[in-house]
T-cell receptor
């Protein structure tokens, strides 16, 4: 069964600090992995998307990495801001089956001033 | 910027009422999805469609129904709303089976009183 596990479940950091969120998956055969940011009460917004051949993708202060061999991804946030407080969701798509993407439960990030 | 629109943004209705949540996209995507999400919880797939006249039930059992008469339109209907239907409903679409260009709407926050 395809699964996506995210850690930690929640994280509290001080403004200006860096943090790293983790995503482990068992989705196979792998097609792509996306990280989304979801503000409270809003729809998720895509931050990065990576395919099998990509191991790093940046979007401003957000940098995602992918190790397709170990089936792990991370999202690194640099110099956090109060507006980074949100849920970060890892989503993995396969190349076969129903093609329905598998969602992680998300990591809730709170940035304190 | 997302080209997928959900209306209404917020809805408060009485028990037993019939409601339709609207979702439209202007990207010409064939695949569309409905997710249900309770506050602070993960997204659950309730319906999806691969194209016109195609609808399938998702992982989470739902008393709602959907239709796909036009490519750009994927409405969700509750024939008789109950308090247990109180939740956020998110619509999404993707341009191909590998879920590239997977985009979410802003969501409809439904409260049944």
């Amino acid at each position: 069964k395809n699964q996506v596990e995210q850690s930690p479940q929640s994280l509290i950091i001080l403004e200006g600090k860096n943090c790293t969120l983790q995503c482990n998956y068992t989705v196979s055969p792998f097609s792509n992995l996306r990280w989304y940011k979801q503000d409270t009460g809003r729809g998720p917004v895509s931050l990065t998307i990576m395919t099998f051949s990509e191991n790093t993708k940046s979007n401003g202060r957000y940098t995602a990495t992918l190790d397709a061999d170990t089936k792990q991804s991370s999202l690194h946030i640099t110099a956090s801001q109060l507006s980074d407080s949100a849920s970060y969701i890892c989503v993995v798509s396969a190349t076969g089956g129903s093609y329905i993407p598998t969602f992680g439960r998300g990591t809730s990030l709170i940035v304190h001033p | 910027e997302a080209d997928i629109y959900q209306t209404p943004r917020y809805l408060v209705i009485g028990t037993g009422k019939k409601i339709t949540l609207e979702c439209s996209q202007t990207m010409g995507h064939d695949k569309m999805y409905w997710y249900q999400q309770d506050p602070g919880m993960e997204l659950h797939l309730i319906h999806y469609s691969y194209g016109v006249n195609s609808t399938e039930k998702g992982d989470l059992s739902s008393e709602s129904t959907v239709s796909r008469i036009r490519t750009e339109h994927f409405p969700l209907t509750l024939e008789s709303a109950r308090p247990s239907h109180t939740s956020q409903y998110l619509c999404a679409s993707s341009r191909d089976v590998y879920n590239y260009g997977y985009t979410f709407g802003s969501g409809t926050r439904l409260t049944v009183v």
